[in-house]
């Protein structure tokens, strides 16, 4: 008997007709998951081919862009093109708004290629994106979208093929890729409850930068959780979803070279945060920046806004909240 997994495509088309809505949000999906895949291809040969070192560049954000970010950003948008739903597009890799289709529905905030640290070696990176969909009936209300506006966020962590999906107050689900290149096997995520399967994750060089507060926190409590940390967003947040925890990502207050601090925090609002906050949401979770305000309740003044994050198990991140809300 041959055993035959549901597709990706077929759990959001009796999803959407579940719920009454249009197709147009499957358009769009078909094109990320299309994007999705291609980049995970390039990826997997990357090494082969000579494609996973520096692209000679400095984005906006002054940080080294590597051939892969280019090449992603350029998969992606390529999709997003042809899907004709997308009005506005925000990416990493690109300085302005990116004006698709006057006509288009959604705004897609993106990161093609997120833990560059990861390239050089091959090892794990992301791509996470969030949508929001556009007023159609009144006047034009911009792309600026809080997290909280968002209909669905969504990760793929590559070359590992998992893609996880949070969808507006209908859950959040993880599929695997198969050999034919579809991702299947629909899986509701739910943060696990109980402490002892929870993780820690952060970068532990930065830890006596923290802010006292979370350097105190730490110090009280780290004993009680397993550390790990990988570097690049997706990874370890899908490690999270599994097994119940909290990454963080704190504001640098005190480094020993000031010019060094990060007050603002290092994960971008809109397709880092905000994505990784929306997931876990759907999976029961929560998420807070550096003054304890949640993640998702934050207005982007600017697209490419960074923030401190505190992300995954809602008790844990409801305690570093209470401590982050007290002044020091
Ligand atoms: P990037 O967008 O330049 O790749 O940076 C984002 C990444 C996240 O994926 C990861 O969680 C974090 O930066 C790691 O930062 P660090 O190397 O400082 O630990
Ligand atoms: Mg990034």
């Known amino acids: 008997m041959i055993r035959f997994e549901q597709t990706f495509m077929n759990f959001l088309l009796q999803h959407q007709e579940k719920h009454g ?29 000579g494609r996973l070192g520096s692209a000679g560049d400095v ?11 280019q090449i992603a ?26 004006e698709i289709n006057p006509e288009g529905r959604y705004f897609v905030y993106f990161d093609p290629m997120d833990g560059s640290s990861n390239i050089p070696h091959g ?20 792309h600026l979208r809080a997290g909280k506006e968002y209909i669905a966020a969504g990760m793929f962590v590559i070359p590992t093929g998992t893609f996880t999906l949070g969808l507006k107050e209908a859950g959040t689900y993880q599929f695997h890729i198969d050999e034919t290149m579809n991702f299947v096997r629909p899986r509701r995520v739910v943060l696990p409850d109980d402490p002892k399967t929870w993780e820690l994750s952060f970068n532990a060089a930065n830890r006596h930068t923290y802010d006292e507060r979370v350097q105190k926190w730490i110090e009280e409590n780290e004993s009680r959780y397993a550390f790990r940390y990988l570097g690049a967003l997706a990874g370890d947040f899908h ?21 060094k601090n990060r007050p603002e925090g290092k994960l971008r609002l809109m397709y880092e945060a905000s994505v990784v906050a929306f997931i876990s949401r759907e999976a029961g979770g929560m998420a807070v920046d550096e003054t304890g305000t949640p993640i998702l309740d934050i207005q982007p003044k600017k697209h490419h806004q960074r923030t401190a994050l505190y992300v995954g198990s809602k008790k844990l991140v409801e305690e570093i909240a209470s401590v982050l809300r007290k002044s020091s």
């Open 73 to 98: 950003h350029e998969i992606t948008l390529h999709y997003l093109k042809t899907s004709g739903r997308v009005i506005h597009a925000v990416s990493e890799e690109s300085d302005g708004i990116i």
């Open 239 to 259: 490690r999270l979803l599994n097994n119940g925890g909290m990454f963080m990502y704190p504001a640098i207050v005190n480094h020993p070279n000031p010019k």
């Open 21 to 49: 809505r249009t197709y147009h949000f499957l358009i769009l999906m078909d094109a990320i998951v299309s994007a999705g895949k291609y980049i995970q291809h390039y990826y997997l040969t990357g090494a082969l081919k």
């Open 59 to 69: 984005n906006v954000q002054g940080e080294e862009v590597m051939q892969m970010d």
């Open 123 to 142: 090892l794990p990176i992301g791509f996470l994106f969030g949508i929001a969909k556009r007023n159609l009936e009144g006047p034009e209300d911009g």
